[in-house]
């Protein structure tokens, strides 16, 4: 048997789709959207969102149509912004780590009256969905909400750039 340092799942250089490159040399946000209460919770990291300031402020984001955060047909979701300590969690919540009692034993939730808030975040916000049907954008549900609560936290906010978390520390 040989051992390669290669990934054998990597496509070759030039099969490599050349949009998800360009796209994991953008800084992303790391986020959990979760939704209801007790046993009931639900939730996915999301790195794909924006934040629109305005009268109202909104919160788009491009969901996974077939995870449980979005079957569950939330009407409100809170938006934790996760910090450094929290790159275990955002996989467990990504469906790429193991989670013995589900993804929310992993923390200190808090149920609030739009969903689940993880303790020592770098803030979350209270989003409630828009009338606007969701509409499919790329592989995704162009989801939309309207803020409703914003709460800044201590945490640095934790980023995603070329496959892997990083902790940008704080720049003041």
Do not use: C, K
């Not at 800084?27 to 209801?36: D, K, L, N």
């Not at 939309?144 to 070329?162: I, M, P």
């Amino acid at each position: 048997m040989t051992i390669h340092s290669d990934h054998p799942f990597v496509p070759a250089e030039g099969d490599r789709d050349q949009l998800r490159r360009v796209r994991g040399r953008m800084p992303a946000p790391v986020t959990v959207w979760a939704s209801g209460e007790s046993t009931q919770r639900r939730g996915l990291t999301v790195s794909s969102l924006l934040l629109a300031a305005g009268e109202p402020d909104r919160v788009l984001g491009l969901i996974d149509p077939d995870s449980d955060f979005w079957e569950s047909e939330p009407a409100t979701w809170t938006v934790n912004v996760l910090g450094a300590e929290h790159r275990f969690l955002a996989d467990a919540f990504a469906g790429t780590a193991p989670a013995p009692g589900g993804p929310f034993t992993l923390g200190d939730w808090t149920d609030r009256e739009w969903g689940p808030v993880l303790t020592g975040t770098a803030g979350w916000i209270g989003v409630r969905l828009d009338e606007a049907e969701p509409r499919q954008v790329g592989w995704g549900l162009l989801v939309e909400g309207t803020v409703e609560s914003v709460t800044v936290g201590d945490a640095d906010a934790l980023v995603h750039l070329r496959g892997r978390y990083r902790d940008l520390g704080h720049t003041e």
